[in-house]
């Protein structure tokens, strides 16, 4: 069975992928599946890793709801892009939500995200420096524990495949 970070709604983190995952499909269909937010459902196949469906979802919740200006609504883009392969357009949605906020508490989950998407293209040490940067803001915080763990984890699981990788390369 695969590990995972539990975070909530019947989802969570894979410990060997960093992906997003469903652990429990009863909990995910009756909390997002059910959900009539128009953001929960962009979630809801994101999670499903049904791209072109959650681009769609996040079409109608910019038109529905507060915008393509909205913070949520732009990481979901982002998200979607690295659901995608597109990891050069994800890491430049990220840099530039970076870029705007810088200082505010939501950098650190920025820094955890571009991380993930430098993990998914096997960019290993500039995945750890996301995590370590994100690690580091989570404990200024006082973020939740499952967060800090989630970001010990992401840096604990790209420094193991960057050593694997410079071990394979040498033999």
């Known amino acids: 069975m695969e590990q995972f970070i539990d975070t909530g709604q019947g989802t969570g983190v894979s410990t060997s992928t960093l992906l997003p995952m469903v652990h429990d499909r009863d909990e995910f269909e009756a909390t997002l599946g059910k959900s009539s937010d128009p953001v929960d459902a962009v979630v809801y ?13 996040l079409d109608k919740a910019i038109k529905k709801g507060p915008g393509p200006g909205n913070f949520r609504l732009r990481t979901l883009a982002a ?15 990220y ?65 193991e495949r960057y050593r694997q990788t410079v071990a394979g390369a040498a033999g």
């Open 95 to 159: 840099r530039h939500l970076l870029d705007e906020e810088s200082g505010t508490a939501r950098e650190a989950a920025l820094h955890q995200n571009l991380g993930r998407v430098f993990f998914a293209e096997a960019e290993y040490p500039t995945a750890a420096e996301c995590f370590k940067s994100a690690l580091r803001l989570r404990r200024r915080d006082d973020a939740p524990a499952g967060y800090i763990r989630t970001s010990e984890v992401a840096l604990r699981r790209s420094e």
């Open 45 to 57: 196949h994101l999670f499903l890793g049904a791209m072109d469906k959650a681009e769609k979802a």
């Open 79 to 93: 998200d979607i892009q690295c659901g995608r392969g597109d990891y050069r357009q994800a890491k430049a949605m």
